[in-house]
């Protein structure tokens, strides 16, 4: 069982930086592929960035491509979403999601494809 707790969020301008943080529990979180996503209101939840178990394999959304950051730190069982030239279309409730990861490499990118999520920050960037 996997608890997840994001933090970070806030209100910024558009074009400011925001980092994500969400801290997790459990005891075998480095074998869990980590991801984000984002839902804004009247629409589906849809993928921002994913992270591989191993740290080594990465993936993002063509939205967010050059501007997220996503990172990890087994250690302190936590993964980290670095946000940097926001837009108001950015504007969501932001969730990390964690799931068992059949690869060290495996990047997962589908809602269905995660087992625990959080209850998520809110991103609000105004223009």
């Known amino acids: 069982q996997v608890q997840l707790v994001e933090s970070g969020g806030g209100l910024v301008q558009a074009g400011d930086s925001l980092g994500l943080s969400c801290a997790a529990s ?6 869990y592929v980590l ?3 984002r839902q804004a209101p009247g629409k589906e939840r849809e993928f921002v960035a994913a992270i ?9 959304a063509d939205s967010v491509k050059g501007r997220f950051t996503i990172s990890r730190d ?4 936590s993964v980290y979403l670095q946000m940097n030239s926001l ?3 950015d504007t969501a409730v932001y969730h990390c999601a964690a799931a068992v990861a059949p690869s060290r490499y495996y990047v997962g990118s589908y809602p ?3 087992s625990y999520w ?3 920050t809110q991103v ?3 223009s």
């Open 52 to 60: 591989s178990w191993s740290g080594r394999s990465t993936h993002y």
């Open 124 to 126: 609000t960037v105004s």
């Open 74 to 77: 087994n250690a302190k069982k």
């Open 87 to 89: 837009k108001p279309e």
């Open 26 to 31: 459990g005891r075998t979180f480095s074998s």
């Open 35 to 37: 991801g984000w996503f």
């Open 118 to 120: 959080g209850q998520g």
């Open 112 to 114: 269905h494809e995660y």
